[in-house]
């Protein structure tokens, strides 16, 4: 009887920590209790990402950890409907099914684009999102005069080289690139694995997909708190400045109605993983003054 009591503890510590069912592609940890909060981790990498702030919001709150298909050695679904407008489908109705709270979105770079894509196209669902380091419009943070139309032939191209490099150069550029993104040299390297055990044609779809979509305008549907976490100390050496990155950030959010931007002063594109207190202390510090 012991034994059999165990088991069934275990299993529903199991059933509790960890869900990936039939009916979502991605794989999702859950931790704590509280408000519910929906973390997304951006390209390429896996919800383990979110283990540093997991560690103080669960405290508080039940963290919903995703890891998105073809990312991180997760099975990839297939293309032929797109990546971002299957996944972000997919957890709207996560949400629905899951949760009777609104919750709080969290969301890194792809991540942080699917959380405002989410809530512009369904602005009663949620309570409020967390955007870290993510663009309405990518395309337009490197050219001011990009649309839609004119950037497909490059995101054409991008994709392409991402789908014909070679391994072995695949991972000197991913390398190279997670270099520009993150400051510790360990987690440089457990990022460029999580990108070498993705899949190929996932990252090649959702960039080309990031590249070509505006969502500037369809923000100002987003009526709840908005905190915006930028970064720009990965661009130092290419000429980018903090003030060049706020200006740019205020520009592509100015039809949010109730955005709140800051930007990190050392933190690259990882700011959770760079500056891990000011991060956490900024999240805190929103989400409970929207309580």
Avoid at 43 to 59: D, F, I, N, P, R
Avoid at 144 to 166: H, R
Avoid at 168 to 176: D, G, S, T
Wanted: with cysteine.
């Amino acid at each position: 009887m012991k034994k059999l009591a165990f088991l069934l503890i275990l299993l529903f510590i199991q059933t509790q920590f960890y869900s990936q069912t039939k009916e979502f592609s991605f794989h999702v940890e859950i931790k704590g209790k509280g408000r519910p909060i929906v973390l997304i981790p951006g390209l390429a990498s896996s919800g383990k990402v979110w283990e540093q702030t997991t560690k103080t919001l669960e405290k508080n709150y039940e963290c919903h950890i995703l890891t998105l298909p073809g990312f991180a050695n997760q099975t990839p679904i297939t293309l032929n409907k797109g990546f971002l407008p299957v996944i972000k489908d997919e957890i709207i109705k996560y949400i629905q099914t899951n949760f009777h709270q609104k919750p709080i979105l969290i969301g890194h770079s792809l991540g942080g684009f699917l959380s405002l894509s989410i809530a512009s196209s369904n602005p009663d669902l949620l309570k409020e999102i967390v955007i870290v380091d993510s663009y309405p419009f990518m395309a337009a943070a490197y050219n001011p005069n990009a649309t839609e139309e004119n950037v497909i032939s490059q995101a054409n191209m991008m994709k392409k080289m991402l789908l014909n490099t070679p391994e072995k150069q695949f991972l000197q550029q991913q390398k190279n690139t997670m270099a520009t993104m993150i400051t510790d040299s360990t987690k440089i390297k457990v990022a460029t694995k999580w990108s070498l055990i993705s899949d190929r044609k996932t990252i090649a779809q959702a960039m080309y997909e990031l590249m070509t979509t505006d969502l500037r305008k369809d923000i100002e549907k987003v009526k709840i708190p908005i905190l915006v976490l930028g970064s720009w100390y990965g661009g130092k050496n290419y000429g980018v400045t903090k003030e060049m990155v706020l200006k740019n950030y205020k520009q592509q959010f100015s039809k949010a109605e109730n955005v709140t931007i800051t930007i990190a002063n050392t933190a690259k594109h990882f700011i959770m993983w760079d500056e891990p207190k000011w991060f956490i202390n900024s999240v805190k510090s929103f989400i409970n003054d929207a309580q």
